[in-house]
């Protein structure tokens, strides 16, 4: 009795789990379309359940949501943790890269994350995180003499600037690699030193696929022996 007490109680527990992360998944849709409001009750029902299951599985609709949001940034970290470089100015190329990727693999989780649908000051300490790696990265271009200015200021650009690019494309406004990496090399531009340009465009990052993108959408920068 006692073995088949312990099978049905682990059984259980399988199926809370897949349930629980059926519900966090749909609830993510839910709140990338449709914002925090979103009924309990649509949700419950597109997972054949109920909203007592919800309560029961996560404690409050809050708990839910910070799962939600937890589920997202956890998924935003594992892709830029992908990110294999000890050059922070490659890296910083590299985040751009990824942040646009993330916003077409997970559209919905790109707008939990970095959308205004949840605005709580557990969701700002969670994306205040999320943007580390790459004030990191500035930082340390800066202590190699390969851009100047204010850490903050450019961090806030850089990400500004890629956030926006990526909200013009999911509009229409603007698509295509070209633009982007373009984007990304003139950007980059605004606050790089003489050595940093150089470094971008004929030293260790010269040959870098993305680089070659940057001066290849560049006319005043063609490809050598172009």
């Given amino acids: 009795m006692l073995l088949a007490y312990l099978v049905r109680v682990a059984r259980q527990k399988t199926h809370d789990d897949e349930l629980k992360q059926r519900l966090v998944q749909a609830a993510t849709e839910l709140l990338a379309t449709q914002g925090e409001d979103f009924g309990l009750r649509s949700l419950a029902d597109s997972q054949g359940t109920s909203t007592t299951a919800i309560y029961s599985l996560f404690g409050s609709r809050g708990k839910l949501l910070e799962a939600v949001a937890e589920r997202s940034i956890q998924r935003f970290a ?60 500035v930082e340390a271009t800066l202590a190699k ?22 909200r013009l494309e999911q509009i229409g406004e603007v698509s295509g690699d070209d633009e982007f990496f373009a984007m990304l090399g003139h950007l980059f531009d605004a606050f790089a030193t003489p050595e940093g340009h150089e470094y971008v465009t004929s030293g260790p990052l010269a040959e870098a696929a993305f680089v070659r993108r940057v001066r290849a959408a560049d006319p005043a920068e063609p490809e050598a022996g172009e």
Avoid: C
């Avoid at 190329?93 to 942040?99: E, H, I, P």
């Avoid at 559209?107 to 943007?131: C, H, I, K, Q």
């Avoid at 100047?148 to 926006?164: M, W, Y």
């Fill in 78 to 137: 594992e892709a830029t943790g992908e990110v294999n470089t000890d050059d922070p100015l490659r890296f910083i190329f590299a985040l751009g890269v990824t942040l646009r990727a993330f916003s077409k693999a997970n559209p919905a989780m790109f707008e939990v994350v970095f959308g205004s649908r949840l605005n709580s000051d557990y969701m700002r300490t969670l994306r205040w995180g999320a943007r580390q790696p790459l004030r990191v990265a």
């Fill in 145 to 166: 003499g390969l851009a100047v200015g204010d850490p903050q200021l450019i961090t806030t650009t850089l990400h500004s600037a890629v956030h926006g690019f990526i």
